[in-house]
Each structure stands twice: as C-alpha cells, then as structure tokens.
C-alpha cells in the first residue's frame, strides 16, 4: 500500500459521524441538517433539458480536453466576469469533472516530491482536499491562519523566506470557506510577488464566486487580479471554478481549470492518463448554463434571502457576520465546537460541523476552534426554524 496514505486525516464529515456515535437526536423535532455545502436549489430548467436532449452523446467517447465548444463558452464567461480583455479557449482553459478532483489531481502535477523539503501552503481554516493533495504528492502543508484579526484572509507574510524556498504550490481559495472572505488586490499582489521569487503555482479555488450579496461588487477573482496587475499571461496561476454552486448542479460533476497556459499543458498530459474526460451531454449543458446568467442572479438573491432572514435573529451569545461571499455562517460558539454541535443535535436534532475540524493546529492555534460552520442550503423555512433552535439552546448554556 501506497505509505503516504498513512498520513491522511478522516474527513471532516467522518469525524463528524464519530462525534455524534451513541447521540440520539430528540425525536420530538424533525432533523436539519445544515453541516454540508451540498446546495438544494433546484437546478436550472435549461440545464436539465439540455442534458437531457443530449443524451445521444452517451455513445462516443468525449475528449480529455473538452470540446471546443465548452471551452469557448468557458472563456466568454470568464472574459466578461471579470472584464479580461482575452482569454485563448484552446489554451488558458481546460474543463474538469468538477473542481474538487482537479484542485487533487493538479498537485500531483505540480509537485515535485523529489525535492527535499517539498511543501504546499494552504489557508487555515481549508477545504481538506488540499491537504490530501499535498500529503499524497509527497508534500509537506504549510498552514496560514486566516482569522478575524486579518479579516479571515490568509497573512502570507507570517511566512519566512526560509519556508517559502521549499513551497511549491499555494491553494488560495476566495470567497474562502467557510468563512466566505474575499482575497484584495493587495492580498493579490503579494501572492504574486512571493510566487515570483521563489518560483511556486498558484492554484486559486473559486468555486463559491457566483455566490455574492452586492450585484454592483462581484468579488475579485484570481485572472482579473492578475489582468490588473499587468500579468496577461496569468504566469504561475489558475483558478479553478464550477457549476455545482453557481448553478446547483452539483451532481453534474462539472467545472473547468483556466491560466497559465504552460501550466495547463502538463496538467492535460497528466490527466489524459487519468480517465476523467467530461461526458458529451454533461458538456453540452454546461455550455447552457455558462451563458445563461438568470438563474444565477434568482440563486443569489434565495440565499439573500436566507442571510437576511437568520442574521438578524441570532441572539448572544451567539454571534456570526454577513460574509462577503458563499452560503455559510462562521458562527462563534459560547463553548467547545465539538461539545456544542453534538449537544445540538441531541437535544435539538440540528446539525452542524465544528469548526476545529476544517482547520490545523498552526502557530499555536487552531483558527476553527469554538467556531461551527453552518450552510445555509435547507430551505428558507427550514433555515430560520433551525437558527431559532440553536438560539433557544445557547440561552440554556
């Protein structure tokens, strides 16, 4: 057996199931669950059909690089999010089965474990996927706490020269989760300088960037920092994105990977050994719902809608903010994130996930501690019924 498997830590959703062994919700109230990120808007009526008039495609092999077709929608989508003034379909854009494989399967890309001391740096708290990227490229994580002092967004200058010689990549991941914070130009801008330096990629996890509250304000992504700082050719950079919350289809298993061109070039040759080519239908709805953003802006303003409903009703000692981006409440806890969320789901069948899960212990602390992560993917009913709950259980505290 592959020894680096030895280094992984259970899943954030596995440690939950072990938490709440031998915890018997009270049955007297219906079960929500609001621990995973899993949306349940329904997905677009235009997706659907697509996908389903398209089924013919079931009968031939689709290519590893996607059609040129999706690619072209890719880059006109990403050209007029973020006002760049070109982006080459055939070369800065590849399509994936979703963001969470490629955001695994580029480290081992990227990585080279030959070298001594190999690290990837990631935020702190982080979507676990790039830790196991790390441990099974044969990379060491390097955690940047992102906590309310710094505005929930990673501090790269807590980083001596000495670590960063050996950083290789960097995940960045904006509007972060779970603390739905966005990366500025500056924050950009050193990212950049810092990848310059020491010779590191920049992979920018950007999959909850369609999910923002300000229309005029749409948060800055990875190509358009890079656009405005003068790096039209995205060097050391890509971001990856998808529809599975832009477009609640994330059974679709649908995404794409854009940037440096070079970059994406091995990252193509990597993957056309790994079997993960987008099927023809899957394709051809995505390309309906790249181009189609209505039912983008109806998804923003259901959970608008959420946010302005629950906000207003947590009471203390409870406390938690309106985030700049995604579909979660980092909410601050009046006792230990493990005790609150099993106690939660016993005495009021809701359920949450501790915070300290999604984050490491780094430089003294762990940034999730006495925090959980809420989703607020439930229906809007449910939503507000389940924050009345866990008011109602804080006050017995």
């Not at 950083?167 to 050193?190: F, H, I, K, R």
């Not at 440096?260 to 079997?275: E, K, P």
Request: aromatic share 10%; net charge neutral.
């Amino acid at each position: 057996m592959n020894p680096r498997l030895a280094a992984l830590q259970p899943y954030p959703f596995e440690k939950l199931r072990a938490l709440l062994q031998g915890v018997t919700p009270n049955e007297r109230l219906r079960p929500i669950n609001l621990s995973i990120g899993e949306p349940k808007h329904p997905t677009p009526e235009l997706v659907r059909r697509t996908l389903a008039d398209t089924l013919d495609g079931l009968a031939a092999y689709p290519a590893t690089a996607g059609t040129p077709e999706l690619r072209e929608a890719i880059a006109g989508w990403l050209m007029r999010r973020y006002r760049l003034p070109r982006v080459d379909a055939m070369t800065q854009v590849l399509p994936v089965n979703g963001s969470r494989e490629a955001l695994f399967a580029f480290a081992q890309t990227v990585i080279d474990p030959g070298r001594p001391g190999a690290k990837v740096a990631c935020p702190n708290p982080f979507y676990q996927i790039y830790e196991g990227a790390a441990l099974l490229g044969g990379a060491n994580p390097v955690y940047l706490n992102a906590i309310k002092e710094n505005g929930y967004r990673a501090r790269y200058g807590d980083l001596a020269d000495s670590v960063w010689r050996d950083v290789q990549l960097v995940y960045a991941c904006s509007p972060a989760n779970p603390s739905g914070s966005v990366m500025t130009l500056e924050d950009w801008s050193t990212l950049f300088a810092l990848a310059d330096r020491h010779g590191f990629v920049v992979a920018s996890d950007e999959c909850y960037s369609e999910l923002y509250y300000d229309e005029a304000h749409p948060p800055l992504g990875g190509l358009e920092a890079a656009h405005r700082l003068g790096r039209d050719d995205f060097s050391r950079l890509v971001v990856f994105s998808s529809l599975s919350k832009r477009s609640n289809a994330p059974g679709m298993r649908s995404g794409f990977v854009a940037g440096d061109a070079s970059l994406l070039r091995s990252f193509l040759l990597y993957r056309t050994y790994h079997g993960s080519a987008m099927s023809l239908p899957v394709q051809r709805a995505s390309i309906a719902a790249w181009n189609d953003e209505h039912h983008v802006r109806e998804n923003r303003r259901m959970y608008a809608e959420k946010f302005a409903a629950v906000l207003p009703e947590l009471k203390p000692p409870l406390s938690a903010y309106m985030p700049e981006g995604g579909f979660y409440l980092w909410m601050r806890t009046p006792i230990d994130d493990c005790e609150f969320a099993r106690r939660l789901q016993h005495e009021y069948n809701v359920l949450v996930l501790p915070g300290s899960y999604l984050a490491r212990m780094s430089q003294g602390l762990n940034p999730g501690k006495d925090r959980v992560r809420i989703a607020l993917v439930a229906p809007l009913a449910e939503c507000v019924e389940a924050i009345a709950r866990i008011n109602d259980f804080a006050r017995k505290l």
